[in-house]
């Protein structure tokens, strides 16, 4: 099973109320081998985050993920809104910018 799949699934067990849920694999930005998974962009929209603050909503996904971490996740790029702010960003997610840090393999 992809990372990919398994973040997925451990997202989609653990909150309750996700309205929406996008996760790409943008390890082909970074200077990591061809097929990596290591870094990842995850965009959650759930009502789960409505009482929690945007460091809160970040340190329960990285909780939720710390098995990932531990066997080769390197980063996540977090988005964590609740549907109200989703509205308010018209549903529409920024691109990722240029990975800085290294050289390409």
């Not at 996008?22 to 409505?50: C, Q, R, T, W």
């Not at 531990?70 to 509205?87: F, I, K, N, R, V």
Request: proline content about 4%; glycine content about 6%.
């Amino acid at each position: 099973m992809s990372r990919k799949q398994r973040i997925t699934d451990q997202l989609q067990q653990s909150l309750h109320s996700i309205v929406h849920l996008d996760i790409v694999n943008e390890s082909y930005m970074h200077a990591v081998p061809v097929g990596a998974e290591s870094h990842f962009k995850v965009l959650v929209v759930s009502e789960d985050f409505s009482s929690l603050s945007i460091i809160e909503r970040h340190r329960l996904l990285n909780q939720l993920l710390a098995v990932e971490f531990d066997h080769g996740l390197h980063a996540l790029s977090l988005h964590t809104w609740t549907p109200e702010e989703w509205t308010t960003k018209g549903g529409v997610l920024a691109e990722s910018p240029p990975c800085l840090g290294g050289s390409k393999l």
